[in-house]
């Protein structure tokens, strides 16, 4: 297994859309498994392909050690409202609130290749939807009011030349901790 680069704001394919995936490959799979060590690593709860330079859609997610893969992943179902902090492992130390629907139903398909269903609420509602957003090049500060996403650019632009040609390369990662902010956006 291998760890993955990881792409940062300003990178382009965080802003191309994904190609829906026809066949699951053996590729597929060792993607699949190189996006968890990066993850884990990277000490987060989701990794959508784009973030490590690559446009298939498909994602993973493991929140509360339910490590699951998403392929072709579809909100199908959403119910209320809540509001929650995010972080990108692509906008490091860059947080901020949004509003997204609590509950969700998702349509995936499974590295089996078969098609399945599942039902979310919580930071795993949350984290569904941030993964696929990423499949669809929408980032979480795209959902911040003008001057909390002002804010949140204005920490990122503070923080981005650590990352060149825009790559956090976690072997030399110069936020080790990932420790929540004293502020919020
Ligand atoms: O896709 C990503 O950038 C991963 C991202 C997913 C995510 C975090 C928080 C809310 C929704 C989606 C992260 O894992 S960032 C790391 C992080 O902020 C975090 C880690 C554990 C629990 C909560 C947040
Ligand atoms: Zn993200």
């Given at each position: 297994?291998?760890?993955?680069?990881?792409?940062?704001?300003?990178?382009?394919?965080?802003?191309?859309?994904?190609?829906?995936?026809?066949?699951?490959?053996?590729?597929?799979?060792?993607?699949?498994r190189n996006m968890f060590e990066t993850m884990?690593?990277?000490?987060?709860?989701?990794?959508?392909?784009?973030?490590?330079?690559?446009?298939?859609?498909?994602?993973?997610?493991?929140?509360?050690?339910?490590?699951?893969?998403?392929?072709?992943?579809?909100?199908?179902?959403?119910?209320?409202?809540?509001?929650?902090?995010?972080?990108?492992?692509?906008?490091?130390?860059?947080?901020?609130?949004?509003?997204?629907?609590?509950?969700?139903?998702?349509?995936?398909?499974?590295?089996?290749?078969?098609?399945?269903?599942?039902?979310?609420?919580?930071?795993?509602?949350?984290?569904?939807?941030?993964?696929?957003?990423?499949?669809?090049?929408?980032?979480?500060?795209?959902?911040?009011?003008?001057?909390?996403?002002?804010?949140?650019?204005?920490?990122?632009?503070?923080?981005?030349?650590?990352?060149?040609?825009?790559?956090?390369?976690?072997?030399?990662?110069?936020?080790?901790?990932?420790e929540h902010p004293d502020e919020e956006l």
């Amino acid at each position: 297994m291998s760890v993955l680069d990881i792409r940062v704001l300003g990178d382009p394919i965080l802003r191309e859309d994904t190609k829906p995936v026809d066949e699951i490959t053996e590729s597929l799979r060792l993607l699949a498994r190189n996006m968890f060590e990066t993850m884990y690593l990277a000490k987060g709860i989701g990794l959508a392909a784009p973030q490590v330079g690559r446009s298939e859609r498909m994602a993973v997610v493991d929140v509360e050690d339910n490590p699951l893969v998403i392929i072709n992943p579809e909100v199908v179902y959403t119910e209320g409202k809540a509001k929650g902090e995010e972080g990108c492992l692509s906008i490091p130390d860059v947080y901020g609130d949004v509003e997204r629907p609590a509950k969700v139903r998702v349509r995936a398909v499974g590295l089996d290749g078969k098609t399945f269903e599942i039902e979310a609420d919580g930071l795993f509602a949350r984290c569904l939807q941030h993964e696929i957003d990423h499949l669809h090049v929408k980032l979480f500060i795209d959902y911040l009011s003008v001057l909390r996403r002002r804010s949140a650019l204005a920490k990122w632009a503070k923080e981005k030349d650590k990352y060149p040609g825009f790559i956090r390369r976690l072997e030399d990662d110069p936020t080790p901790n990932h420790e929540h902010p004293d502020e919020e956006l």
